[in-house]
């Protein structure tokens, strides 16, 4: 499962990073009771794509700190699951992060890096790439990205640049697990602020949308099917939908003599009435947010989430 979870800020000051929106005092009066409403708000929508079974590994981008992150996991039904945090701060300076949870008794963990975003010597003050591999239960070794990419806010073109230049360090972290192995399992998730047919992702990145021929080594992006209703996707902007928020896969977690492997049918994108409000202005439906501009609502996310199931072969 990946989720941006829309400004999941404390409600306590970090001379740090520029939170000062989301304090008691602060333009949105981010007082303890929204703080603990969108806590449990995430719970829920971490519970409701599992169903019976809470996912075993949820990316998330949009986190202040560690401690909202501890806070989701042990003082929400959720501690029940056991989940286990990976998060770093990040340079980005509204203080946003990626952060992988994941149950331990599923996904055993081998390796952690955070991958820095540095053109030359300077950095990009953005998130990290959030890199985690590990073992299911099934003893199958998942390469997994979590992204969040550069923003639009700056204006397309200029940012696109931004995204281009991420997308090109991810590739080069993708191109050294396939070198060994071309038959790596790997899983690329996160908000890239860019669709599917974007430069960044289906260029720089090389991602493949033509699921009905699979090679080894390749990558194909799941979530292009949902570009073909244009009703629906993870965001919406001025009354237009995009699908931000995608799952990436190697080729090796797309055949079926794969121990651990899935269908082009096995992506999912979240959106029950319950994350939905209606579009006023622009008509049919949008995400319910947590604010409407400055106006609190209590609602959820500007974005929908995505997941994927994974199957497993019994042998």
């Known amino acids: 499962m990946f989720y941006n979870v829309e400004n999941f800020f404390d409600n306590e000051n970090d ?28 719970y829920k929508v971490i519970v409701a794509v599992g169903g019976w079974e809470p996912p075993e590994i949820v990316g998330l981008c949009e986190v202040e700190n560690k401690y909202v992150l501890e806070d989701l996991v ?20 509204r203080g946003i992060d990626v952060a992988l949870l994941y149950r331990k008794n599923k ?19 953005t998130r990290d790439i959030l890199f985690v591999k590990g073992v299911t239960g099934t003893k199958d070794t998942l390469n997994i990205f979590v992204n969040h990419w550069a923003s639009r806010y700056s204006g397309i073109i200029k940012s ?12 080069q972290y993708v191109d050294s697990i396939f070198a060994p192995d071309m038959h790596a399992n790997i899983i690329i998730m996160g908000d890239f602020n860019d669709e599917p047919l974007d430069e960044s ?26 570009r073909n209703n244009n009703k629906i996707g993870s965001i919406k902007y001025k009354g237009t939908w995009f699908m931000f928020d995608q799952f990436i896969v190697s080729a090796s977690l797309l055949q079926r003599e794969n121990q651990l492997y899935l269908e082009s049918t096995d992506i999912h994108l979240f959106s029950p009435d319950f994350l939905l409000e209606e579009d006023k202005t622009y008509y049919g439906f949008k995400p319910y947010r947590t604010y409407n ?21 019994m042998k």
């Open 107 to 125: 996904f055993n963990i081998l390796q952690t890096r955070f991958i820095p975003i540095i053109r030359g010597n300077i950095s990009l003050n």
């Open 201 to 226: 992702v289906l260029r720089t990145l090389d991602t493949k949308t033509d699921l009905s021929e699979i090679i080894p080594g390749r990558l194909y992006n799941l979530s292009y099917v949902f």
């Open 293 to 313: 501009g400055y106006r609190y609502q209590g609602g959820f996310s500007d974005h929908l989430p995505v997941y994927i199931d994974l199957r497993r072969t």
């Open 15 to 42: 001379s740090l990073i520029l939170d000062d929106e989301f304090l008691p005092d602060g333009a949105r009066h981010w007082t303890n009771y929204k703080y603990k409403k969108k806590l449990n708000n995430i």
């Open 160 to 171: 696109s640049k931004k995204r281009n230049f991420i997308a090109s360090v991810l590739r």
């Open 74 to 93: 042990n003082k929400t039904p959720l501690a029940k699951y056991e989940y286990k945090i990976i998060h770093k701060e990040s340079p980005d300076q």
